[in-house]
């Protein structure tokens, strides 16, 4: 489960290390409880109060700073799109579920004391004690009833919280918000675009001339407001695709690389190595074969 969530803690107080800027391809939410913080995200500075939730894609270059004169106390919850949207768009048919996550690189919900804070506290507890599980259980062990319990109802809190973070959210992208520029919707409609696109063959060139924008443009742009070239973004969305290919799929790992838009698998393999520090036969080996259809 590790290799699908990355964080899933409830009320974590300090423990805190002064990382620098960084990004990954997990997707965020991220609850302050209390203490005194400076949440920076891209070239946006947050000063947060307690009950502030943010939504976050994070592939967007983000730090926290918070005091270290008063307890820092918050709760996290990063997961992999590709892990959860298969039950989200072929089980439940709600893919838009998953909207404030891509439409914005992340959006700050100031919730104060509205009483659904205590529900989402409550699932991102029950999130934290059902991952716990899973892990005590152990990855090797993943076909057992036991593990599969709790898996599922980790994905049923998950798609509950995200349903609540929907909600919640649904007013924000019918609004002009001040949290959103112009240059930001402008890389949001790229990332979008990049999105669905990942898996063909992508150059600077190619992906500006489908926009119609300037190439020197969107590259500076991007660069801009995410920290990431247009290509590093390209190749984390295919690296995500590819775990998630090798992890739940049979095809080959040739056919992954050409699906995913690889010019040649051992191009693919020495990314993926580089990236990951395995090569995808080695990953695959790692993962518990899955079991059988009855």
């Given at each position: 489960?590790?290799?699908?969530?990355?964080?899933?803690?409830?009320?974590?107080?300090?423990?805190?290390?002064?990382?620098?800027?960084?990004?990954?391809?997990?997707?965020?939410?991220?609850?302050?409880?209390?203490?005194?913080?400076?949440?920076?995200?891209?070239?946006?500075?947050?000063?947060?109060?307690?009950?502030?939730?943010?939504?976050?894609?994070?592939?967007?270059?983000?730090?926290?700073?918070?005091?270290?004169?008063?307890?820092?106390?918050?709760?996290?919850?990063?997961?992999?799109?590709?892990?959860?949207?298969?039950?989200?768009?072929?089980?439940?048919?709600?893919?838009?579920?998953?909207?404030?996550?891509?439409?914005?690189?992340?959006?700050?919900?100031?919730?104060?004391?509205?009483?659904?804070?205590?529900?989402?506290?409550?699932?991102?507890?029950?999130?934290?004690?059902?991952?716990?599980?899973?892990?005590?259980?152990?990855?090797?062990?993943?076909?057992?009833?036991?593990?599969?319990?709790?898996?599922?109802?980790?994905?049923?809190?998950?798609?509950?919280?995200?349903?609540?973070?929907?909600?919640?959210?649904?007013?924000?992208?019918?609004?002009?918000?001040?949290?959103?520029?112009?240059?930001?919707?402008?890389?949001?409609?790229?990332?979008?675009?990049?999105?669905?696109?990942?898996?063909?063959?992508?150059?600077l060139e190619s992906i500006a001339s489908s926009l119609a924008i300037s190439r020197s443009y969107m590259a500076a742009?991007?660069?801009?407001?995410?920290?990431?070239?247009?290509?590093?973004?390209?190749?984390?969305?295919?690296?995500?695709?590819?775990?998630?290919?090798?992890?739940?799929?049979?095809?080959?790992?040739?056919?992954?690389?050409?699906?995913?838009?690889?010019?040649?698998?051992?191009?693919?393999?020495?990314?993926f190595k580089r990236k990951l520090g395995k090569t995808p036969s080695e990953y695959r080996k790692l993962i518990p074969?899955?079991?059988?259809?009855?």
């Amino acid at each position: 489960m590790d290799n699908w969530i990355k964080n899933a803690f409830y009320k974590k107080r300090n423990e805190f290390s002064q990382s620098d800027f960084h990004s990954h391809t997990e997707f965020e939410i991220y609850r302050f409880h209390e203490g005194e913080c400076r949440y920076l995200i891209g070239n946006k500075i947050y000063h947060l109060q307690p009950g502030d939730i943010i939504v976050m894609n994070g592939l967007t270059l983000h730090r926290a700073f918070p005091s270290l004169e008063v307890p820092y106390v918050r709760s996290v919850v990063s997961f992999s799109s590709e892990w959860i949207k298969p039950s989200l768009c072929k089980d439940l048919n709600l893919p838009e579920l998953l909207e404030p996550f891509i439409k914005m690189d992340h959006v700050l919900l100031r919730m104060g004391d509205h009483e659904c804070l205590k529900t989402i506290d409550l699932l991102m507890e029950d999130i934290e004690k059902t991952k716990l599980n899973c892990d005590r259980i152990g990855h090797a062990n993943r076909a057992s009833l036991t593990y599969r319990m709790h898996e599922g109802k980790f994905k049923i809190s998950l798609i509950q919280l995200l349903m609540m973070i929907y909600e919640l959210s649904h007013s924000y992208f019918h609004t002009d918000g001040d949290d959103c520029s112009e240059k930001e919707q402008r890389v949001f409609q790229i990332k979008k675009w990049i999105d669905q696109n990942y898996s063909k063959p992508l150059s600077l060139e190619s992906i500006a001339s489908s926009l119609a924008i300037s190439r020197s443009y969107m590259a500076a742009l991007f660069k801009e407001v995410t920290g990431l070239s247009v290509m590093e973004y390209v190749m984390h969305c295919r690296l995500n695709s590819a775990r998630y290919m090798l992890e739940m799929e049979d095809k080959t790992i040739l056919n992954i690389s050409v699906d995913i838009g690889f010019e040649s698998v051992s191009h693919f393999s020495r990314y993926f190595k580089r990236k990951l520090g395995k090569t995808p036969s080695e990953y695959r080996k790692l993962i518990p074969k899955k079991m059988s259809k009855a």
